[in-house]
């Protein structure tokens, strides 16, 4: 028998269109928002020196990249010289570094951190195209318009709201990664049924690109697992993960002893800091609340179809599990929000199955929260600091070499050319304190051997760094909140008029 279709009263057909209207607006401020950053991140990278970062430690990134470019060893040996580091996986790499070298050979190494964001805007494109057709079939029984509008919220929520942020503009794996993480979750999804295996291969292939752009994204593949075990799906999930650890253990293996290390090792030295934890869940929560309610509001909605159905089955097996797992990973020194990308993905695909009914018009709480988040996102202060780096810049162009800015930015290889960029590592205070090996006593050791003819460090480091007297060096100028010191039996250099 056909189920009672309740006719729409005027008042649910009023709601229905303003959250139309609402969620649509709400896209467009997201799109507007992440239009604003890119165009901040062009404008400071035309202030010299042109390397403001638009996310932590991003000069490591740039220098990594910078080494497949000029086709140097990516992977390099743990405590040499020049101490850097290169801990994301290896297509990362590879695809940033051969879309990134012919522009570097036409423009020049200094238009690196322009074209690398904008390949990481590239990737977020890619997902919310994703996620936009993922929504546009589930949404089949409904208009063009809502269809559109509830696609183009899931979508710029995902890859562009709050949560995402200055990621989208940075050069990092995380877009590129989480946007084949999402393709790959609603390929199996959308082909299970009618093609079982099809779909279990084509999955396979978009979790081991995920994972070959970032080793922490599992949890698409964590949730597929689950999903299939718990439909019966033993071929296909055996199949899977079976695919799946050959993969990783071959391209463990054939990257090589550094390779491991940056990628298995050197992450997984971390200790557990519970606070950190609960204040990155804190912040995920309410940068994705707008995808919550919306994920509620699918979730208490009627399932038409098989397919809504299969979603929220993988969603409720699968979401429980990423947050845990997340939480754990997320609670360490140095980790933020975005540790969250995966989950939000979750609830934006279980989002789209939103279905319109009198009952669950609750619609227009989560577009409005995302209206209200949108604007917020639009009109409040959003700057990238370029002022201090610039004028340490107008004074450190002019330092001997060879030299070290405690801003690793300025030891950038294009910054100094008779330099090694020391790019330190993000854990190199840690493991020097570690008591781990470092070619030439690392740069307390160059120090104390007088290698350095300038260094420019913090105004907190006081007269020594690395544990090393500055016992040979002078002060000589101080600038943007940090001090130029040069080698005693070094000549005065001219600094620029202030």
Known sequence: MEPKITPESNSDRVLRVLSVVILATASFAFMLDATKRGHLAWLASQVPPGVTQTSGCEEESLYAVWRVVHSEPNYPKPGSMPYASAYFNWLFYSVYGAIASPVVHRWGDASLPVATRLLTVLGGLAGAIALFIWTWKTQSGNTTLHRAAIGGFVATMVFSGPLMGWWLH????????????????????????????????????????????????????????????????????????????????????????????????????????????????????????????????????????????????????????????????????????????????????????????????????????????????????????????????????????????????????????????????????????????????????????GYFSALLLFATSGDEYDGTPLIGYRRAHEVGGMTLFLRINESEMELPQS
Not at 370 to 392: C, H, W
């Open 170 to 449: 940075t050069t990092r794996p995380d877009c590129w990664a989480l946007a084949l993480e999402t393709c790959g979750t609603v390929w199996l999804l959308l082909n299970l049924r009618q093609r079982p295996w099809l779909a279990s291969l084509g999955a396979t292939a978009c979790f081991y690109l995920a994972w070959s752009f970032k080793v922490s994204f599992i949890l698409g593949l964590t949730t597929t697992l689950l999903f299939l075990t718990a439909e019966r799906h033993w071929r296909q999930a055996v199949a899977i993960l079976v695919i799946t650890l050959t993969a990783w253990a071959m391209t463990l293996w054939l990257g090589g002893d550094n390779y491991r290390h940056w990628v298995l090792e050197a992450t997984g030295n971390n200790r557990f800091a519970l606070d950190v934890g609960w204040g990155n869940l804190n912040d995920a929560v309410i940068k994705s609340l707008p995808l919550v309610i919306l994920a509620v509001a699918a979730w208490i909605s009627p399932a038409r179809s098989s397919l809504a159905r299969d979603t929220k089955r993988l969603v409720a097996l699968g979401l429980p599990i990423c947050v845990l797992l997340t939480f754990v990973g997320s609670s360490k020194i140095g980790a933020a929000s975005y540790y969250y990308f995966s989950c939000a993905a979750l609830l934006g695909i279980v989002g789209a199955t939103f279905t319109w009914s009198p009952r669950s018009l609750g619609l227009i709480i989560p577009a409005g929260l995302g209206l209200i988040l949108g604007i917020y996102v639009v009109i409040r202060p959003n700057q990238l600091a370029t002022s201090d780096l610039q004028a340490r810049w107008q004074v450190w162009q002019h330092a001997p070499e060879p030299r070290f800015s405690q801003d690793l930015r300025l030891n950038l290889p294009w910054l100094n050319e008779m330099t090694p960029p020391f790019v330190l590592a993000y854990n190199y205070a840690s493991q020097r304190q570690q008591g781990i090996t470092f070619e030439k006593g690392g740069i307390g050791g160059l120090i104390q051997n």
